[in-house]
């Protein structure tokens, strides 16, 4: 049996409190509007409540809503339907913490997106991962290994982002979001997952 990627995508974006990422997560949500993907916005309450030094939560809420056209996901039982009406194609954790990362490989529900996430895999469909966390290949690199042998999930081709200073950081390469995403619809992934370190 062969997949066959759907016409329009409907995309569940779920973004956590990876804020160093924020403006990168704005830049690939435009560009996946202007494909033409159908997306819907999942928020972390940490992604959609707290302050940082990249953007005040109300404003990239705000923002995000405003590029997808759509209100986004904000509490677990507002998640919790998207796996009884099955009504999305894919969704992506971008960016994913290890926080997130970890609690997915363990069976934590506490997050709309983890709730997201564990009810799109009830229907077998492809989850992908666009990690962004400190401790990656440290106190994660366990979580890591397992979550990319499970089957249905995918990840963002990822690098160092700062091995002088940060050894254990990974960062996925965000520009390839779209790429990922077409790829684990067709059952693959997009490789090579590992690339060169960022500059």
């Known amino acids: 049996m062969t997949n066959t990627i759907p016409e329009r995508i409907a995309v569940g974006f779920a973004i956590t409190g990876s804020f160093c990422t924020f403006s ?12 033409n993907y159908d ?18 939560a109300e404003d990239f809420v705000s923002k995000v809503q ?28 971008a960016p994913c913490t290890g926080n997130t990362m970890a609690k997915l490989c363990n069976g934590i529900t506490d997050s709309a997106v983890l709730m997201a996430a564990k009810a ?48 254990h950081s990974l960062i996925a390469h965000t520009e390839l979001i779209p790429d990922t995403i077409d790829a684990a619809l067709a059952g693959k992934q997009l490789q090579p997952v590992i690339r060169s370190p960022f500059a």
């Not at 997560?25 to 996946?32: A, G, H, S, Y």
């Open 39 to 56: 997306i819907t916005p999942i928020f972390s309450g940490k992604s959609s409540t707290l302050d940082n030094r990249f953007f005040k």
């Open 120 to 167: 799109h895999l009830r229907n077998e469909k492809p989850l992908v991962i666009s990690i962004s966390t400190n401790d990656a290949l440290g106190m994660n690199f366990s979580n890591l290994g397992r979550l990319m042998n499970t089957k249905n999930i995918y990840f963002v081709p990822f690098g160092q982002d700062n091995f002088e200073k940060k050894s």
């Open 66 to 93: 405003k590029i997808t056209g759509k209100k986004g996901i904000f509490t677990i039982p507002e998640a919790e339907p998207i796996g009884p009406k099955n009504n999305l194609d894919i969704l992506i954790i």
């Open 24 to 35: 990168k997560i704005l830049n690939v949500l435009e560009k996946m509007v202007d494909k």
